[in-house]
C-alpha cells in the first residue's frame, strides 16, 4: 500500500493499469492474497521497485509511513485546490472586468 500511495496510484487506477480488478489490490494489501506471477515484473515497474522488494516486503518495514504519506497527499490537495481557487478567481476577475468596461461603454454611448 505504501509503495502504490507515494507513486500516487489508487487501488483503482492502479488496478486499471495491471488489467486486474480493484478488490484484488485490496486483497494484496489486506494479505489474503498475492499478485499473480505474471504481474509481479509489471507491478514492480509501475511502483518503482523490484520483484524482490514486493515479494520480501513486511508491512512492519513500513510502520509509520502511511501516516506520512497520508499528510503529504492532504498538503498536495490543499495546494492543488488553492491553485484552482486563484485560477478560478482571477478568470472571474477578468470577466467582472470586461462585464464593468461594458457597462462603461453603454454608458457612455447613452
Known sequence: M???KTKG??????AEKLGISHQAISQWEKGET??????LPMLAGLL???????????????????EII???NLVK???RNAAKDKAVSEFLNDVL?????????YDTDN
Do not use: H, W
Open 34 to 39: 498475492m499478485p499473480d506471477i505474471a504481474t
Open 9 to 14: 496510484f489508487t487501488q483503482k487506477s492502479l
Open 48 to 66: 518503482g521497485t523490484t520483484v524482490d522488494a514486493i515479494l520480501s516486503a513486511k508491512s512492519d518495514d513500513f510502520e509509520g509511513f502511511d
Open 77 to 79: 490537495q490543499k495546494k
Open 2 to 4: 505504501i509503495l502504490r
Open 70 to 72: 497520508n499528510r503529504v
Open 97 to 105: 472586468e470586461k462585464v464593468n468596461e461594458m457597462i462603461a461603454d
